[in-house]
């Protein structure tokens, strides 16, 4: 009997090291992911079949992201990774629970929302959860990659304008597809030396509205947070990439034509190129010579009712690499770079930007080590006759420390410098035209990213040297599962002048604060919902306060990916300057009156994976000394996966008394997106605008006959709306043509 005892206890001392073994072989399993070296050939094709799939280390199951991050994914991935000397390799399998359809827009690249299917990986190779790269695919092999700043932070910090060459395949089977990707070793920032790297995986499923991670995130942050992924162990240090050229050139023929001038139609067959050469494998040298940007998608309008200018976001390839170490410096409304300064004029006849010829230009940017990045820009701008500017250049400096987990502080300085009589040929710099910025930024991220801020200090410089040209100021914000809370704060000197940044607004000083709590109900349709608070106060000495709202609000949003939310707002404002508040050129409102009104802000976007969905907003009631009635929104209907026709629509009902002016101002944008494959799309984009008195059309076919390798044909048309008379009595019916333009460009990718 005592042997049996002995006997069933060691049994069961035996079950319990074993289980013990087993939780600590799968805590290890999940923690980490290991990557060797493929001993055969790995041949993209969606199919996973080589041996060295087999051997590959591979993650643990997928947790939920959304609707809940406390379980398990309903559709589990499983994804391994192995690598050669010129590729990194990721292989993922996307299981179902049964057979079913995808949803995608078209089968454009760079696909993004919430109605997708797609697989993605996340590296970040330097270990310090601030900067990362991004790919995607999805079940029909479209591609996405990006660019992270800021720790993911929130969307706006992934930026998919980024192009760069990578190869991948997908192949949909019965219950379940693959993705195989090949990320080249030299389209990645890397220190070499190195055998950890921090990675995660995610997934976008639209059959279960469901988006999962391998390494858990809290719902409460965005999902390309860089925070929590985990670690990515090489079996061998990387070693150095060898030669890292890549040459772009590019030849493009154009024809314009100005109706509204009455100027003969220009032609013009024009080349330059861009380069990509690596200084190492974590710091890049960008080199453009006449480079040319006519198949950038053309900005969206917007109907102008604000007093002040309106941003539109950077697209253009040669300044998106680590663009966060030029474009970040400050806050929102308040930055001393904006790239768009450079190399981009405004048609005042039709509002459309239009190009403004560079030279050429350099931009070095990356990191030194683990701790330090620095970014380096030099371009010299055209002169343009047609309005008195000489050529200029334009030079930003910047470098970055990390401090702590994943902070950091920064230093920039800005300098644009004009040529003296550039247009006469003589290329000498005018000492008397000059702006320039200094300025120190601290960037606080904490370790789990609850606490995320920002302190900064800036001064601008030129001629005039005037008193007060500082902006200083900073934000910080708390978030919980539950909580969300920010404090923010600018004070922006009067004659603060960054001629090469984006300035809303000067001589002010203003305080403003959101708190947000979240509810998560035991729903089987709201995933979680909650109410809202804040208030922004902005004023200056001369005038005492100048404006401010208060705000309740609240928000839900659907475990069916539709969200909306409304808040109840009280404003103020005070004229300080005359404004015509009809937006139509009208008698303006005096300054020194003053404004209080009522309204309501909401907005609702319906559920995304759908074949049609919409999404509505509105800023409706007291307006100035009327009131206005807006509705601004987008209606998409999708023909998976060949494309999408959309129509983007904004309306604005203003009535004023007498004697300003009322207003009916309407903004129409039909857009059709086609994508006959994977390489060949067409789109075309018309907006109507009644402010500006004008239709335009932009329509360009891409073939993207090789890896980021395309021939773009564009054309451009612009027609008068309304009937109206010139400076010098030209009449002009409604249908003229103002504007037209056509442009052939092939550009190349060649590694040398």
């Known amino acids: 009997m005592l042997l049996n005892l002995q006997g069933y206890i060691q049994e069961h001392v035996r079950q319990l090291l074993l289980l013990l073994l087993l939780f600590f072989a799968v805590s290890g399993y999940t923690q980490q992911i290991h990557i060797k070296r493929a001993t055969g050939t790995i041949v993209i094709d969606g199919k996973l079949d080589e041996e060295d799939w087999t051997l590959a280390d591979s993650t643990g199951p997928f947790r939920q992201f959304f609707p809940m991050d406390t379980s398990y994914a309903n559709a589990q991935s499983v994804v391994r990774?192995?690598?050669?000397?010129?590729?990194?390799?990721?292989?993922?399998?996307?299981?179902?629970?049964?057979?079913?359809?995808?949803?995608?827009?078209?089968?454009?690249?760079?696909?993004?929302?919430?109605?997708?299917?797609?697989?993605?990986?996340?590296?970040?190779?330097?270990?310090?959860?601030?900067?990362g790269f991004m790919f995607g695919v999805n079940p029909f092999g479209v591609q996405r990659e990006g660019l992270i700043a800021?720790?993911?932070?929130?969307?706006?910090?992934?930026?998919?304008?980024?192009?760069?060459?990578?190869?991948?395949?997908?192949?949909?089977?019965?219950?379940y597809w693959i993705a195989e990707m090949a990320i080249p070793f030299k389209t990645l920032r890397f220190k070499d030396e190195t055998d950890t790297w921090y990675v995660n995986f995610y997934r976008i499923d639209s059959q279960y509205a469901e988006r999962s991670t391998w390494s858990p995130i809290p719902r409460n942050f965005d999902i390309v947070t860089l925070a929590f992924n985990r670690e990515l162990i090489w079996d061998e240090p990387l070693k150095k990439t060898g030669s890292n050229i890549s040459l772009i050139p590019y030849v493009a023929a154009n024809g314009n034509r100005n109706f509204i001038e009455n100027t003969p139609t220009e032609k013009s067959l024009e080349g330059g190129f861009d380069a990509k050469i690596a200084v190492s494998?974590?710091?890049?040298?960008?080199?453009?010579?006449?480079?040319?940007?006519?198949?950038?998608?053309?900005?969206a309008q917007v109907t102008n009712l604000d007093r002040f200018e309106i941003f539109f976001p950077e697209q253009r390839q040669f300044f998106l690499e680590n663009a966060d170490l030029f474009a970040d410096f400050g806050?929102?409304?308040?930055?001393?770079?904006?790239?768009?300064?450079i190399g981009i004029a405004v048609d005042t006849a039709t509002g459309q930007n239009i190009q403004n010829q560079i030279y050429g230009g350099v931009r070095l940017s990356g990191k030194i080590d683990n701790n330090w990045r620095v970014g380096f820009l030099n371009i010299q701008g055209a002169e343009d006759p047609s309005i008195g500017l000489?050529?200029?250049?334009?030079?930003?400096?910047?470098?970055?420390?990390?401090?702590?987990?994943?902070?950091?502080?920064?230093?920039?300085?800005?300098?644009?410098?004009?040529?003296q009589d550039s247009i006469n040929g003589e290329f000498t710099t005018d000492p008397n035209k000059f702006s320039r910025v200094m300025g120190l930024d601290y960037n606080l991220a904490s370790r789990n990213n609850t606490w995320?801020?920002?302190?900064?200090?800036?001064?601008?410089?030129?001629?005039?040297?005037?008193?007060?040209?500082?902006?200083?100021?900073?934000?910080?914000?708390?978030?919980?599962?539950?909580?969300?809370?920010?404090?923010?704060?600018?004070?922006?000197?009067?004659?603060?002048?960054?001629?090469?940044?984006?300035?809303?607004?000067?001589?002010?000083?203003q305080l403003a604060h959101t708190t947000w709590y979240n509810f998560y109900p035991q729903s089987n349709t709201i995933q979680s919902h909650g109410p809202g608070f804040d208030f922004d106060l902005l004023g200056n000495k001369t005038y005492g306060m100048l404006d401010w709202d208060v705000n309740l609000m609240y928000r839900m949003r659907m475990k069916n990916t539709a969200f909306w939310n409304i808040r109840l707002r009280r404003e103020y404002t005070y004229l300080f300057s005359p404004f015509d508040a009809s937006g139509t050129g009208g008698i303006p409102l005096p300054a020194g009156t003053e404004y209080a009104n009522n309204l309501i802000v909401g907005n609702y976007t319906s559920d995304a994976r759908k074949v049609f969905f919409f999404n509505v907003s509105t800023r409706s009631g007291g307006y100035f000394n009327g009131n206005r009635i807006n509705f601004t929104g987008s209606l998409t209907y999708r023909y998976i996966p060949k494309g999408f026709i959309s129509l983007n629509y904004s309306f604005d009902r203003i009535r004023l008394p007498e004697p300003y002016n009322d207003a009916n101002l309407m903004l129409i944008g039909p857009r059709l997106d086609l994508t006959l494959t994977t390489s060949l799309f067409f789109t075309t984009f018309v907006q109507y605008n009644n402010q500006l008195n004008n239709l335009n059309i932009n329509s360009r076919l891409q073939w993207r006959f090789k890896p980021v390798s395309d021939i773009f044909l564009v054309y451009t048309d612009n027609y008068v709306t309304e009937a109206f008379t010139d400076s010098e009595g030209r009449y002009f019916a409604q249908g003229s043509p103002r504007l037209r333009g056509i442009v052939f460009k092939i550009s190349y990718w060649l590694n040398m």
């Not at 930003?396 to 702590?404: D, L, P, Y």
């Not at 200083?472 to 404090?487: C, P």
């Open 81 to 131: 990774m192995t690598y050669d000397d010129k590729f990194v390799y990721i292989g993922a399998k996307m299981y179902n629970l049964g057979p079913r359809r995808y949803v995608t827009p078209s089968l454009r690249r760079d696909f993004r929302g919430e109605g997708n299917d797609g697989i993605t990986v996340v590296f970040d190779p330097f270990l310090d959860r601030t900067n």
């Open 150 to 175: 800021n720790g993911g932070t929130t969307g706006q910090d992934l930026s998919l304008v980024w192009d760069n060459k990578w190869y991948s395949a997908a192949e949909i089977y019965d219950d």
């Open 281 to 299: 494998s974590a710091l890049n040298l960008d080199v453009t010579v006449n480079p040319d940007f006519s198949q950038v998608e053309v900005d």
């Open 331 to 341: 806050v929102e409304g308040t930055r001393p770079f904006f790239s768009r300064r």
């Open 390 to 419: 000489p050529s200029t250049n334009y030079m930003v400096a910047t470098v970055q420390r990390k401090v702590f987990a994943r902070s950091n502080i920064a230093m920039m300085m800005v300098n644009k410098q004009a040529f």
């Open 452 to 509: 995320i801020g920002k302190f900064f200090y800036h001064r601008s410089f030129d001629q005039k040297k005037l008193d007060s040209t500082f902006a200083t100021g900073g934000n910080i914000s708390y978030n919980t599962l539950k909580w969300s809370v920010r404090f923010f704060g600018r004070n922006v000197g009067a004659n603060y002048n960054p001629e090469v940044g984006f300035v809303r607004r000067r001589d002010i000083i």
